[in-house]
């Protein structure tokens, strides 16, 4: 009795440090030494005596008071692991000496702790938290930006992205990002006409980051494999739940509780569930169909972890079993997919795969009668064949041959929209099937591997059970019927 007592609260009080030491937050988001290290890199690649300036994205109102959910801009977040809006980093190429003759080689200015405004829109880090847990040491109040003594125009060349347009945001004071944005100006004696002098090349800015950020460190693989695996597991668990008289949204739902049961913040993109036609619209996100009934359902959908985002498709038959159509157009988009991962290791390029895989579904349509000659497949298979993923669904990158540990996705797809000049059995189907591939030295791995693509595979888990299939939520009393 005494012992079990003890145990207990032995167990209450560890648990207890446990998550008064760790706050009971994630644990993996990337170090303060991956945030230093990307900073450096971009330093090496910049010509002498410049400077680049990275902006925090602007917050967007939603509704009268409310505003979307802030989303960093992914290069600030790259190169600080800072996430929260009004903020400015300058990266110099060369140290700087201050007044006092000690040197700093950057420059943060962010949001000042605000104690009333936290209590409305949460914590802020603040300088001494951006010191500490950031590891930034030149940390500052955005306050302090405007009589900062540092002259940007005596650099050989300013790196910056394109401003956010918007007006000044009244509740955030005299540094808010747009007032940021006007004195970065005015220390760059620059001007909206003189931005687009070559001494200001906009495009540079483009290009170091998208260097930067297409080849993948081991820390964001394993972010970004986390991110996949939730979101295959989203596929899987949701394959086994499908059912015909389930909605497009309700599907949605299943798939974002799945990443939200792992912790992801956020979808990548916002989710694209449709059904039979809706799938033909490459970026459907209405998902209103109230009855998905017998049709095929495309799922593109992409859980994003701590930053980094996944972007996978599956497209399944609701009632379990392709027809014979769907099954001739599926087979098809499956064997484009296989001959461009085949193709998949460093040195590859773009063009090579996207003619391979473009070229298989160009001869398959005409074999099956869809289209009369090969140029026709633009027709139905109107988007490319993939792109990076990483910070953003589509990431940065120069799109030159592919390289080890950049991580890219393979999608082809046949999209045949109702009232389309072919035989109307073929009408309504689109298929996509969407994967995510790690470049290596002589090959690839299939990050989504674990959610089934092969026709026969879907068929057997959508037969299986589910930890859905039992859920009951009372039926709606209020409102007109309609739902
Ligand atoms: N998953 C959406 C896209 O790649 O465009
Ligand atoms: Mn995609």
Not at 103 to 132: D, H, M, P
Not at 207 to 219: G, H, S, Y
Not at 409 to 427: A, M, Q, R
């Amino acid at each position: 009795m005494r012992i079990g007592y003890f145990v207990i609260c032995c167990c209450i009080l560890f648990t207890s440090a446990a998550f008064s030491q760790t706050e009971d937050l994630p644990q993996d988001y990337l170090p303060a030494g991956f945030h230093a290290a990307r900073r450096d890199s971009l330093r090496s690649m910049m010509p002498p005596n410049s400077v680049t300036m990275v902006l925090a994205y602007p917050v967007r109102n939603f509704s009268n008071d409310v505003d979307y959910e802030y989303h960093p801009n992914p290069d600030l977040y790259y190169f600080t692991g800072y996430k929260e809006p009004h903020s400015l980093l300058l990266i110099f190429k060369e140290p700087q000496t201050a007044a006092d003759g000690s040197t700093y080689k950057e420059l943060f200015f962010v949001q000042q702790r605000n104690a009333a405004a936290e209590q409305w829109t949460g914590k802020r880090l603040g300088v001494e938290g951006v010191k500490e847990k950031l590891k930034i040491a030149q940390a500052f109040n955005g306050g302090d930006f405007k009589n900062f003594p540092i002259d940007l125009s005596r650099f050989s060349q300013i790196i910056f992205d394109r401003f956010p347009e918007g007006p000044p945001d009244p509740s955030a004071g005299s540094a808010d990002l747009f007032n940021l944005i006007q004195q970065f100006k005015q220390k760059a004696g620059i001007n909206d006409s003189t931005i687009k002098d070559k001494s200001y090349n906009l495009s540079l800015y483009r290009t170091l980051t998208a260097r930067l950020r297409e080849v993948k460190t081991e820390e964001e693989l394993d972010l970004l494999r986390k991110a996949v695996e939730i979101s295959c597991n989203g596929q899987v668990e949701v394959m086994k739940a499908i059912r015909p008289d389930m909605s497009e949204r309700e599907i949605q739902g299943l798939h974002e509780f799945v990443h939200k049961k792992y912790g992801a913040e956020h979808w990548g993109y916002p989710s694209i569930v449709g059904a039979g036609n809706n799938g033909c619209v490459l970026h459907y996100i209405e998902n209103d169909k109230l009855h998905v009934a017998n049709r095929m359902v495309l799922m593109d959908v992409g859980a994003e972890y701590h930053g980094y985002t996944a972007d996978v498709t599956r497209t399944v038959p609701a009632n379990g079993k392709f027809t014979a159509e769907q099954k001739l157009i599926y087979e098809l988009v499956y064997e484009a997919q296989e001959a461009a991962f085949r193709l998949c290791k460093e040195g590859a390029k773009w063009a090579d795969l996207d003619r391979v895989s473009r070229g298989l579904i160009a001869d398959g349509l005409l074999k099956l009668g869809i289209i009369s000659k090969k140029e026709d497949v633009r027709k139905y298979y109107p988007h490319g064949l993939g792109h990076h993923i990483g910070l953003d669904v589509h990431d940065r990158s120069m799109y030159g041959d592919l390289k080890k540990n950049m991580v890219i996705t393979i999608e082809p797809g046949i999209y045949i929209p109702e009232n389309s000049p072919c035989d109307k059995k073929w009408w309504g189907i689109a298929v996509r099937i969407e994967d995510d591939v790690l470049i290596r030295e002589k090959d690839y791995e299939l990050l989504s591997g674990n959610a089934p693509r092969k026709a026969a595979d879907i068929e057997k888990l959508v037969a299986e059970k589910s930890i859905f299939d039992n859920y009951h939520l009372p039926p709606l009393k209020s409102g007109k019927k309609g739902f």
